[in-house]
């Protein structure tokens, strides 16, 4: 995920040997997905024939009235356009943007679903190297997320707006395709790594580009959807009432027993690892392989006090998860995977977590790569309504992988050098410890680098009332190893510092370049309210995509409550928290 630029200087073409084919075999992979990306919009078509729901036959003309109003809204109005007027019967199909909404989804799913076989068959090609199977599998992970979130969010639009409230139907729905999205860069970027690695990639990255501008498409319209339906709703209310708030309390899955056990400081757990044997298993590993699969039920693993050296994944199925330690200095989940040894950065992960509603407290997740050994991450969380709470995320360049959806950290220590919390969920760090390890020679610090690749993603990084400052390592040496705040790893990076104290090891331009002026206009930073000899703004970056904030109004869409509809999940996690300013 660094800056793969200055990585590449430094590498040799002979750490990689291929065989004679080797071009011959991409160009041919090349084609495949070109003509699988063909199929699977006509496959498409069909399949949203066959499901498609008959909604009394609108007019030709008003239905491409309709569709086209609805793709004016998106980044890629022609591909938008001509995609969903060439389906059959396409005018007996649309007579509103959410039916466009819904055909743009199901052309997509069919597009990743001819993807996928594609995909599959690379990996059993010959002539690859370690890290290029590893890139590819995470690809075929990342494909299969893309496929559960994309339906999911065909089974809400379908019920859209009947069940819940248009806030919660919106959240979610900018969620699943935000994340779909991320799916699509993040199995590109594990191809980022080495000249062998671009090679690779210039064979997948036409069928992953196609299906990232389909989702865009419909986050676009979503967006747009959603956006004007509350307006609407707001209008429609009678003066002098206010619309009930939402969230608040806690969420109808979680029992009152559940609630009672997650606020207790004495806590029952399922079963318990211990490495000296006293428990139920020894390993964290398989304690999360025998928990039930696609639990409702909040299912506690108990992880007591030991160093367990082990790469922990908490698959998609494996669902309202809690692990507990008996102290972030005792409990410890330590692992060494990095890419200077053959990993991807997603795969480097000592702890990998997708399972949604996952829990954590009392542990630290730790990768000992060390500093050289580039990108070595400590935990990566891809797991929807997310939270961690008194945990360690310890580890050097990459530490934490804030990957896709809703995320919240509250009482964590962080500490890292080189773009050390990074990804593209919407990610709250609240009454956080975030330091600034000492890196290699040379390196400069940067505490984020947010990945947000679309401008309607509801994706960010949100530091509030956290401290940043640096490891006693450091310290002696701050004059020759800048810190920054963060810097833009993609076009429309968002990160927002606000009521945080500052130490005097942050530069005084607060933020970094990534590579001249990339992103400077498009990215979204911002600080409110901080404190410290760091938080000084008098000589800030002066990018068109920077500004702080005076407001407590236009601070408030970042707080916990806004940015990841705190009110409506966080009380199932028994932390202590605030959802405003």
């Given at each position: 995920?660094a800056?793969?630029?200055?990585?590449l200087a430094?590498m040799?073409d002979?750490t990689?040997t291929y065989k004679?084919?080797k071009?011959?075999?991409?160009?041919l992979?090349a084609?495949?997905?070109?003509?699988?990306?063909v199929?699977?919009?006509?496959a498409?078509?069909n399949?949203?024939?066959?499901?498609?729901h008959?909604?009394g036959?609108?007019?030709i003309?008003?239905?491409?009235?309709?569709?086209?109003?609805?793709c004016?809204n998106?980044?890629?109005p022609?591909?938008?356009?001509s995609?969903?007027?060439?389906?059959?019967?396409?005018?007996?199909k649309?007579?509103?943007?959410?039916?466009?909404i819904?055909l743009v989804l199901n052309?997509?799913i069919?597009?990743?679903e001819h993807?996928?076989?594609i995909?599959?068959?690379?990996?059993?090609?010959a002539?690859?190297?370690?890290r290029e199977?590893?890139?590819?599998?995470d690809?075929?992970e990342?494909?299969d997320e893309?496929?559960?979130e994309?339906?999911?969010a065909?089974?809400?639009?379908n019920?859209?707006?009947s069940?819940?409230?248009?806030?919660?139907y919106?959240?979610?729905?900018?969620?699943?395709?935000?994340?779909?999205?991320t799916?699509?860069?993040?199995?590109?970027?594990?191809?980022s790594?080495?000249?062998?690695?671009?090679?690779?990639?210039?064979?997948l990255?036409?069928?992953e580009?196609?299906?990232?501008?389909m989702?865009?498409?419909?986050?676009a319209?979503?967006k747009?959807?959603?956006?004007?339906?509350?307006?609407?709703?707001l209008k429609?209310k009678?003066?002098?009432?206010?619309l009930?708030?939402?969230?608040?309390g806690?969420p109808?899955w979680l029992?009152?027993?559940d609630?009672?056990?997650?606020?207790?400081s004495?806590?029952?757990?399922?079963v318990?690892?211990a490495?000296d044997?006293?428990?139920?298993?020894?390993?964290?590993s398989e304690a999360v392989a025998?928990?039930p699969?696609?639990s409702?039920?909040r299912y506690?693993?108990?992880?007591?006090?030991?160093?367990?050296?082990?790469?922990?994944?908490v698959?998609?199925?494996k669902?309202?998860l809690?692990?507990?330690?008996d102290?972030?200095?005792?409990t410890?989940?330590?692992?060494?995977?990095?890419?200077?040894?053959?990993?991807t950065t997603?795969?480097?992960?000592?702890v990998?977590?997708?399972?949604?509603?996952?829990?954590?407290?009392?542990?630290t997740?730790?990768?000992?790569?060390?500093?050289?050994?580039?990108q070595a991450v400590?935990?990566?969380?891809?797991?929807?309504?997310s939270a961690?709470?008194?945990?360690?995320m310890?580890a050097y360049?990459?530490t934490?992988?804030v990957?896709?959806?809703r995320?919240?950290?509250?009482?964590?220590?962080?500490?890292g050098?080189?773009?050390?919390i990074?990804g593209?969920?919407?990610?709250?760090?609240?009454?956080?410890d975030?330091?600034?390890?000492?890196p290699n020679?040379?390196?400069k610090?940067?505490v984020?680098?947010?990945?947000r690749?679309?401008?309607?993603q509801?994706?960010?990084i949100?530091?509030?009332?956290?401290?940043?400052?640096?490891?006693?390592?450091l310290k002696?040496?701050?004059s020759?190893?800048?810190t920054?705040?963060?810097?833009p790893?993609?076009l429309y990076?968002?990160t927002?510092v606000m009521q945080?104290?500052?130490?005097a090891?942050v530069?005084p331009?607060?933020?970094?370049?990534?590579?001249?002026?990339f992103?400077?206009?498009?990215?979204?930073y911002?600080?409110?309210?901080?404190s410290g000899?760091?938080?000084?703004?008098?000589?800030?970056v002066?990018?068109?995509?920077?500004?702080?904030?005076?407001?407590?109004?236009?601070a408030?869409?970042?707080?916990?409550?806004?940015?990841?509809?705190?009110?409506?999940w966080?009380g199932?996690?028994?932390?202590?928290?605030?959802?405003?300013?």
């Amino acid at each position: 995920m660094a800056n793969f630029r200055q990585f590449l200087a430094g590498m040799s073409d002979s750490t990689y040997t291929y065989k004679r084919n080797k071009k011959l075999f991409l160009s041919l992979l090349a084609s495949f997905l070109l003509i699988a990306a063909v199929i699977g919009i006509v496959a498409g078509v069909n399949s949203s024939n066959r499901r498609s729901h008959d909604i009394g036959g609108a007019s030709i003309a008003t239905s491409h009235a309709i569709l086209k109003s609805s793709c004016s809204n998106t980044l890629y109005p022609d591909l938008c356009f001509s995609a969903v007027a060439s389906v059959p019967g396409m005018s007996g199909k649309v007579s509103s943007q959410k039916d466009v909404i819904m055909l743009v989804l199901n052309l997509t799913i069919a597009t990743v679903e001819h993807n996928y076989v594609i995909v599959k068959k690379l990996a059993k090609a010959a002539n690859l190297t370690k890290r290029e199977k590893a890139a590819i599998n995470d690809c075929l992970e990342m494909v299969d997320e893309t496929l559960d979130e994309l339906r999911k969010a065909e089974e809400k639009l379908n019920e859209y707006p009947s069940k819940k409230s248009l806030r919660n139907y919106a959240d979610d729905l900018k969620t699943l395709v935000s994340a779909a999205i991320t799916n699509q860069e993040s199995c590109l970027d594990g191809f980022s790594h080495g000249k062998a690695d671009r090679r690779v990639r210039k064979g997948l990255i036409g069928g992953e580009t196609n299906v990232e501008k389909m989702c865009s498409n419909a986050l676009a319209m979503i967006k747009n959807m959603t956006d004007t339906d509350m307006v609407n709703e707001l209008k429609m209310k009678p003066a002098g009432r206010k619309l009930k708030e939402e969230g608040g309390g806690w969420p109808d899955w979680l029992s009152a027993g559940d609630r009672r056990l997650l606020q207790s400081s004495t806590v029952t757990p399922n079963v318990v690892v211990a490495a000296d044997g006293s428990g139920d298993y020894k390993t964290v590993s398989e304690a999360v392989a025998a928990a039930p699969e696609k639990s409702s039920t909040r299912y506690i693993i108990r992880i007591k006090a030991g160093v367990y050296k082990e790469n922990v994944d908490v698959p998609k199925t494996k669902t309202n998860l809690m692990f507990m330690g008996d102290g972030r200095t005792t409990t410890i989940i330590t692992g060494s995977r990095n890419v200077v040894d053959g990993s991807t950065t997603f795969n480097s992960a000592t702890v990998a977590v997708v399972g949604e509603r996952f829990l954590a407290r009392d542990i630290t997740f730790q990768n000992t790569a060390g500093p050289s050994k580039h990108q070595a991450v400590a935990l990566r969380v891809g797991a929807d309504l997310s939270a961690f709470y008194r945990c360690d995320m310890i580890a050097y360049q990459d530490t934490l992988y804030v990957h896709s959806n809703r995320q919240f950290f509250v009482g964590c220590y962080v500490a890292g050098t080189v773009d050390f919390i990074f990804g593209n969920a919407a990610a709250v760090l609240q009454d956080c410890d975030i330091h600034a390890r000492r890196p290699n020679s040379g390196q400069k610090n940067m505490v984020t680098a947010q990945g947000r690749t679309d401008p309607n993603q509801n994706t960010g990084i949100v530091i509030q009332k956290c401290r940043i400052d640096a490891t006693s390592d450091l310290k002696p040496v701050i004059s020759s190893f800048p810190t920054f705040l963060g810097r833009p790893w993609k076009l429309y990076s968002r990160t927002m510092v606000m009521q945080t104290a500052i130490g005097a090891l942050v530069d005084p331009a607060g933020w970094h370049e990534w590579d001249g002026s990339f992103a400077l206009d498009t990215l979204e930073y911002r600080e409110y309210q901080n404190s410290g000899q760091g938080a000084d703004t008098s000589r800030r970056v002066t990018w068109k995509g920077y500004k702080v904030i005076t407001s407590a109004a236009e601070a408030k869409p970042y707080t916990a409550g806004e940015f990841i509809a705190g009110g409506s999940w966080l009380g199932s996690t028994g932390f202590p928290y605030q959802l405003g300013l």
